[in-house]
């Protein structure tokens, strides 16, 4: 089965821009989604499509992809981006929905 | 507004069934796939399986945790989605999500607030 692999955690100080990174083989090659939690809470989708913001989305959140890793930027990072992310493709081969582990983001 | 609005959760012992509703409001549910997705505690977010839209003949696909055991319906008629899960086991607890798919490739624009389903004994 395919499977994503997220860091479990990154830390970044208030201001300053964090990657979430998103490992996968040929992710490249797939639709990769980005969804945020804040505790709590049920998942929000920040980015679609690699690349595609939601329109209420600060624009700070972006993304990017390359042949086995997608990316999820956030600049000038605040407090209230603190929360876990999830990437997420469909696996074609499988027709089945995989999401990473999830990355905890901290705001220092 | 869209609204997803879950609901059947509670206590149930292992490998009996529970049967989770979903209900939809500010959107038209037939133009929309819909799927379930669960957290256990502290855990990442875990698909849990799908359902196409009418046109696609409703067509279904769940994991491998839970095939076989659990089952997507709609009634398109009453803005309702189901998710019956029998045979349960105690690793099935976790808080259950409705989410709403966008045609084109698989994600979720929305979700609902989830229904927490813990199996113990």
């Known amino acids: 089965s395919y499977v994503l692999t997220q860091p479990p955690s990154v830390s970044v100080a208030p201001g300053k821009t964090a990657t979430v990174t998103c490992g996968g083989t040929?992710?490249?090659?797939?639709?990769v989604h980005w969804y945020q939690q804040k505790p709590g809470q049920a998942p929000v989708l920040v980015i679609s499509?690699?690349?595609d913001r939601p329109s209420r989305i600060p624009e700070r959140f972006s993304g990017s992809k390359s042949e086995n890793t997608a990316t999820l930027t956030i600049s000038s990072v605040e407090a209230g981006d603190e929360a876990d992310y999830y990437c997420?493709?469909?696996?074609?081969?499988?027709?089945?929905?995989?999401f990473g582990g999830g990355t905890k983001l901290t705001v220092l | 507004e869209v609204q997803l609005v879950e609901s059947g959760g509670g206590l149930v012992q292992p490998g009996r069934s529970l049967r989770l509703s979903c209900t939809a409001s500010?959107?038209?549910?037939?133009?929309?796939?819909m799927a379930w997705v669960r957290q256990a505690p502290g855990k990442g977010l875990e698909w849990v399986g799908c359902?196409?839209?009418?046109?696609?003949?409703?067509?279904?696909e769940y994991a491998a945790s839970v095939k076989g055991r659990f089952s997507i319906s709609r009634d398109d008629s009453k803005d309702i989605v189901y998710l019956q899960m029998s045979s349960l086991k105690t690793e099935d607890t976790a808080v259950y999500y409705c989410?709403?798919?966008?045609?084109?490739?698989?994600?979720?624009?929305?979700w609902g607030r989830g229904a927490l389903v813990t199996v113990s004994s």
């Open positions: 500010g959107f038209t549910l037939g133009d929309y796939a």
């Open positions: 997420q493709v469909w696996d074609t081969s499988s027709d089945h929905l995989v």
């Open positions: 499509y690699d690349t």
């Open positions: 989410a709403r798919a966008p045609s084109g490739d698989w994600h979720f624009d929305y």
């Open positions: 359902i196409r839209r009418t046109v696609y003949d409703e067509t279904t």
């Open positions: 040929r992710i490249g090659r797939k639709s």
